[in-house]
DNA sequence: AAACCTATTGCAATCGTGTGCAGAAGTACC
DNA sequence: GGTACTTCTGCACACGATTGCAATAGGTTT
């Protein structure tokens, strides 16, 4: 690799006046300046970004941390970051936390030592693991945005989706569709959805319909969501809807509803919650409430963008929380008569 | 951020023995290097991986570059990089080619800038770009590997599906089913793709089923998709079956055929490539060709990272070729009779 | 006791850039 | 012609780590 003094040797100047040259420094003569640059484009000279970045102590990268991929939802939100960072003269440093035990730990104490500028952190089911690491980090001056669920927010810079109030709308739109026995159904320790689950259930106190405990159904895996939606359908009054926790959820709960015979909205109403693009390829299309990705990688990464640079107005931590929205598509529909649907079991 | 200088003073000693006893060199005391490990501990010291890259001249980084991550065959594919790829030591530098105008140029040129120690490029529709740029990176040491088509590989090493092949599989798949008018449906400047159109028109030709010029549908966007779709079937003689170049938009034609009320496989068979998670989300169940993208990936980082460390025993350009495999599912049947089929359209 | 060996540590150079400061031209002004 | 000023260039140090080599101290050998 060719650097600075190997093009100084050939332009017969020090490194210092190439540098500067490069750099379009006022500094240097007009005519060895385009000499310069001209040599450097033919020599195909590339700066060597990690001794400048030692100078400079800056590397214009930032870190982004994101549980897993194979949940839609993580690609959109990797692709929107990576883009709006690019805008911003940022390298994108990806690393997954959910691959290896250590989890978050080992990617941040990775992206500390590479000195990215900033880190931004998606959390997992788990919340953020991370969180005394993340302090010293923050202390010693290096911007980090979380988004997603954490326990004791407040000391911190967050951007997140008003997940209870999403659960709320859902509630009202079964509430208001006649619905009665409803079915609520997740991943057990997933921290991160619960607020969907307690707006849910408050919504739907309030509307007196009972959230009775069999309705709530705890699956750790595709297969354990199977068994469930099968056991429901076996009960005395089966239930009329279901609410899946996330989309992708969703997506298999209508298999299972389809290899039982149920179609739905007519047999069962189904509905999700993060209106991924997911949602438009199921058939039919799925009823589900969620931000648009777009505002939150939008005030995620300028956020981040503006603490780096120094430039956010308020330096204590922000809270940035996006209100979702109910998005109504096919798959939710008013309950049929029970007998009817007892008959189309049978 | 505290140094090595920082630690020696406290330790009392020179930073060069704690730089030693940090990389747990024999060459110290074992007593003072226990002392220095505790202290960098407590101190919560963090090695300047950029200071070192400079040192050492190198990052133990891998650049990785992917078109986009909208289509869902490129987040399964960073998934498992990233997870073989930190297996062997390396972070992920991620970029989507498919972002900026000057899309893999700068790419590249970013991350050879970075000094990444390899790099893994996955060619987007139109091939691969940057030819002359990888070229010379790979002149001056830099090992890149590419995954996907490229224009006259033989100098490259390259790991790719066998597309070709792939495309005769669906195509012998079909005519065993009894299938005599047959679309096929892609993008019209993604070459890419090219060879799955060439092994499908192939094997077609070789058991005398024509494919007529009206069969061969070249749409860009989701729209123009569900309007060729609609054609179609608008058609004196309509297919029985559509092979969709990729698993993604053979999702689109399912929305399509069912807003026209035809039922899949009954009314019409649809197959895809790629063989993506999302074949089985679909309903019915896609039938699909692919290769898994395990044995990709992991021909593709583990070439690399023998190359990076000159492991790899023969150093001309390899071209790994993996045999992708039929995946026959719900999504083809046998076609109905031509009479059956206007009835159920009108 | 001199010579030698070993274990441990520090000195100093190095990686490739950026940049403050000093110095060298060249120019203008009195 | 001397002074001051402008314009340009180079010297040398810094960034924070690694590492060859020299140096020290202590012990062993003869």
């Not at 540098?19 to 060597?48: F, M, W």
């Not at 799925?286 to 648009?292: E, S």
Request: hydrophobic content about 40%; overall charge negative.
């Amino acid at each position: 690799m060719i650097t600075l003094e190997d093009l100084a040797l050939k332009a017969g100047v020090s490194h210092s006046t190439v540098s500067r040259a490069l750099a379009d420094s006022p500094l240097v003569n007009p005519a060895t300046k385009a000499r310069i640059q001209n040599l450097a484009q033919e020599a195909g000279y590339q700066v060597n970004q990690v001794a400048r970045n030692l100078k400079v102590r800056t590397t214009k990268t930032i870190g982004l941390v994101v549980p897993e991929v194979s949940n839609p939802f993580y690609p959109e939100l990797i692709q929107q970051v990576a883009d709006r960072a690019k805008l911003a003269g940022y390298s994108l440093q990806l690393h997954l936390s959910a691959a290896d035990q250590e989890s978050e730990s080992a990617c941040i104490a990775s992206l500390a030592g590479n000195r990215a500028d900033g880190i931004l952190l998606v959390t997992g089911e788990r919340g953020l693991i991370a969180r005394s690491q993340v302090n010293s980090l923050v202390a010693s001056g290096t911007p980090v945005v979380i988004m997603g669920w954490v326990e004791d927010a407040e000391h911190l810079d967050l951007v997140a989706g008003d997940d209870a109030a999403g659960g709320r709308e859902l509630a009202y739109h079964l509430a208001d569709l006649g619905h009665k026995r409803i079915v609520v159904l997740g991943k057990p320790p997933h921290r991160g959805v619960l607020d969907r689950m307690v707006g849910f259930s408050e919504a739907l106190t309030e509307r007196g319909i009972p959230l009775l405990p069999e309705m709530v159904i705890e699956v750790a895996s595709e297969e354990e969501v199977r068994i469930g939606v099968s056991d429901l359908l076996k009960l005395p009054e089966p239930p009329t809807a279901i609410f899946a926790y996330q989309d992708s959820l969703a997506a298999v709960v209508y298999r299972q509803l389809e290899k039982e015979g149920l179609s739905i909205p007519n047999d069962m109403t189904v509905v999700g919650f993060d209106n991924l693009d997911l949602a438009t390829y199921l058939s039919p299309e799925l009823t589900t409430v969620g931000t648009h990705i777009s505002p939150l990688t939008s005030a995620f990464v300028s956020l981040l963008v503006a603490r780096i640079q120094g430039t956010y107005p308020d330096p204590t931590p922000q809270s940035i929380i996006v209100t979702p929205r109910l998005v109504v598509r096919a798959s939710s529909a008013p309950p049929r008569s029970q007998l009817n649907l007892t008959d189309s079991i049978s």
